[in-house]
């Protein structure tokens, strides 16, 4: 997932894929605790993306992301 990508989206689509990606990281956690874990690397890759999303989130509001 590319930042340029996530540009071209809604705020509400964005709101929407946070949501999954947050379920995506809560079920690699629930696979890893029981030690169903077949990929490491995702957990890492969820992440990012997660951090992606939220910066480009940031960006998008008026106010310079500042809360």
């Known amino acids: 997932m590319k930042a340029?990508?996530?540009?071209?989206?809604t705020a509400k689509e964005l709101g929407e894929e946070l949501l999954k990606l947050r379920r995506e990281q809560f079920n690699l956690r629930m696979a890893r605790a029981t030690g169903q874990a077949a990929k490491p690397d995702q957990f890492s890759k969820v992440r990012r993306n997660i951090a992606r999303v939220k910066t480009v989130l940031a960006q998008a509001r008026p106010s310079g992301g500042k809360v």
């Open 4 to 9: 340029k990508d996530l540009r071209a989206k």
